[in-house]
């Protein structure tokens, strides 16, 4: 009985002790998930659940994107699948990939209609301006004013980051050749880097997979009844133009990623592009 008696207060005690502990665990649970925001935007740190919420397509400027820029929204999207499986298959940071690549094109809703993939086959408004100088402006602005929309959103730095690099320095070939045709005007003298983008070049394995799937997007959608040996080939002199051009060279992806990206793509765009039955006519 005695024994009891002294043991009784002993249970009591690390009972106490024990509720104690986890009500003062539960408080600071709560006040971390509440701080937690605040201190991602002061520190500016990306945490999964914040990268979770920044790819909801519910958000204000991703339902912007997809009212004001239908197609750049469907591109987007295309473009997010082939990153993701890319930096899946070469343990990046798969969240970060996502979130960066919905917001990698929000500058174009500064202009839609100059971007052909929201004409939905209406005038070209390139054809009406004939200017390839004032056209790649128009081209190039995107990036720019992604990034005022990005900062005005309070996008985190690491999401900014897709906003340049997906397009790097890369030349604006088709209004560049168009340029070249017009050189019979003497008062417009031809620059290179009047036609590339002011970059930086992708400074991460994220970005650098990113200007790759942006890069193969439209060719690879705009393929119908290719053969996956055919597609490959395409993907293939897609990715290693951009590897020749320097655009990759602080990214960190090596050519045996690269050959490995150019697989995956392809694998992507089967599953998108598999065949169907000829079902029977009633």
């Known amino acids: 009985m005695l024994v009891n008696t002294a043991i009784a207060p002993l249970w009591y ?3 106490g002790a024990a509720v104690l502990n986890g009500l003062a665990g539960l408080i600071w649970s ?3 998930l ?3 925001p605040y201190l991602e935007a002061l520190f500016d740190l990306v945490t999964p659940i914040r990268l979770a919420e920044l790819s909801n397509p519910n958000r204000p400027l991703l339902k912007r994107l997809a009212d004001e820029a239908p197609g750049t929204f469907q591109h987007t999207l295309f473009v997010a699948t082939l990153a993701e499986a890319a930096a899946r298959a070469l343990n990046c940071n798969v969240e970060l990939v996502r979130a960066g690549v ?3 094109d929000i500058g174009k809703m500064h202009d839609p209609l100059g971007f052909i993939e929201n004409q939905m086959g209406g005038i070209n408004k390139h054809d009406v ?4 100088w004032k056209s790649a402006e128009i ?3 995107h990036v720019s004013e992604g990034l005022v929309m990005a900062r005005q959103h309070k996008l985190p730095s690491a999401i ?3 906003i340049p690099e997906h397009q790097g320095t890369i030349l ?3 209004f560049y050749q168009q340029a070249q045709q017009q050189q019979q005007n003497p008062e417009k003298v031809l620059h290179e880097s009047d036609f590339r983008y002011d970059g930086p070049i992708p400074q991460s394995k994220e970005t650098g997979i990113a200007i790759l799937a942006d890069a193969c997007e439209a060719a690879l959608r705009s393929l119908k009844d290719a053969t996956p040996e055919a597609a490959l080939a395409m993907v293939n002199k897609i990715l290693k133009a951009r590897w020749q051009d320097n655009q990759l060279v602080d990214s960190g992806l090596t050519r045996a990623e690269m050959s490995q990206i150019a697989h995956i793509f392809v694998q992507v765009w089967q599953q998108f592009h598999h065949q169907r039955i000829a079902y029977p006519k009633l």
């Open 13 to 15: 005690a690390v009972l």
């Open 30 to 32: 709560i006040l971390a």
């Open 34 to 36: 509440g701080l937690s």
């Open 102 to 104: 919905l917001h990698h």
């Open 129 to 132: 301006i004939n200017d390839p």
């Open 139 to 141: 081209i190039k602005k």
């Open 160 to 162: 900014q980051a897709f």
């Open 172 to 174: 604006i070939a088709y």
